[in-house]
Each structure stands twice: as C-alpha cells, then as structure tokens.
C-alpha cells in the first residue's frame, strides 16, 4: 500500500513538473501578431547584401628561443619544438639524436643537453626517453613516453646537471 502511494506521489509531482515546464516554453503565434517580418541571409552571401561577415581567425604567436633567457622564459619555445616532434614522429617514442638536433634546430646549446640511451640493457626500445637542457640554475627536463609528451622546470642538482642515472653521451 505504501508502495502504491509513493508510485502516485511520484506520478503526480512528475506531472507537476511537466506542466511547469511546459508553461516556460513561448508558444508561436499567428502571422497576424507576430510584427513584420525578417528574412536571414545565408552564411555566404556577398558583402553588401546585409550578411555579416566571419572574422578572420586572429594567428597564434609562435614562441621564439630567446638567447640568454631563463628556463621559464624558453619552456613555450622548448614544448613547442618537442609537441611538434612528437607528433611528427607518430606519437612514438623518438631517437634522443633527433630530439637533440631538433631543440639545437631552434637555438638551444648542445653543450648544455643531457638524453637518456635510446635502448635498454638488453637492446630493446625504452619505454621513456628523458631529455634536458640547463639554462643557469634551472633545467627544462622533457619526456616522450606512451602517454606522450611531458615536461617541468626544475632545479639543476648539485652535480651541475639535470638528470640522475644513466645519460647518453652527446658526441655528434
């Protein structure tokens, strides 16, 4: 019997609801009272003719490498060229010599770069490449993995550089 009660209740207030709503949507009136008439103009029409014309899209500023800026300042110019990179390999984990020379591409020190080995121990793909750059006490790290690119500003460590373990020798 409750059940039953609260199955009516339920009924009533979700037909209370519906006519509630119903009253908020205008209803369209007769041609006679509607007030005169307006045609639209289609998207593409021709200047003149009353159509409203699409601006332009404003174009993005592209970041530049600035020399002598800190790691905050050259991180838009660095996640720019390694984003791009990144997709123009594929989405898949790139050789660190092509991240190198790429960022080089751009203005950034060779000398000043650390990249983790291409391999692992038992000559298979990484699932991670990590790469850096110092620039004064500060390093812009980057990594390309299967979840894609990823990057921070972090401070250089004690040892003067930006990675711990293992790094490849940038010689080329």
Request: proline share 8%; net charge neutral.
């Amino acid at each position: 019997m409750v059940l039953k009660r609260r199955i009516a209740t339920a009924t009533v207030a979700g037909f209370a609801l519906a006519l509630g709503l119903s009253s908020c949507v205008g209803t369209t009136g007769s041609t006679a009272d509607s007030g005169p008439s307006t045609s639209r103009q289609p998207a593409t029409s021709v200047p003149g003719d009353g159509a409203i014309p699409t601006p332009a899209p404003t174009p993005t500023k592209q970041p530049v490498h600035m020399a002598g800026g800190t790691a905050e300042q050259n991180k838009p110019i660095f996640d720019a060229t390694n984003q791009r990179y990144f997709i123009d390999a594929g989405n898949v984990i790139p050789e660190g010599r092509g991240v190198i020379d790429n960022l080089v591409s751009v203005g950034f020190d060779k000398s000043a770069m650390q990249v983790t080995p291409d391999r692992t121990a038992i000559d298979l793909p990484v699932d991670s490449l990590i790469f850096s750059v110092l620039i004064g006490d500060k390093c812009l790290v980057g990594q390309f993995s299967a979840l894609g690119y990823s990057t921070i500003v972090a401070p250089k460590l004690a040892t003067g550089s930006c990675l711990i373990g293992l790094t490849r020798t940038i010689d080329w």
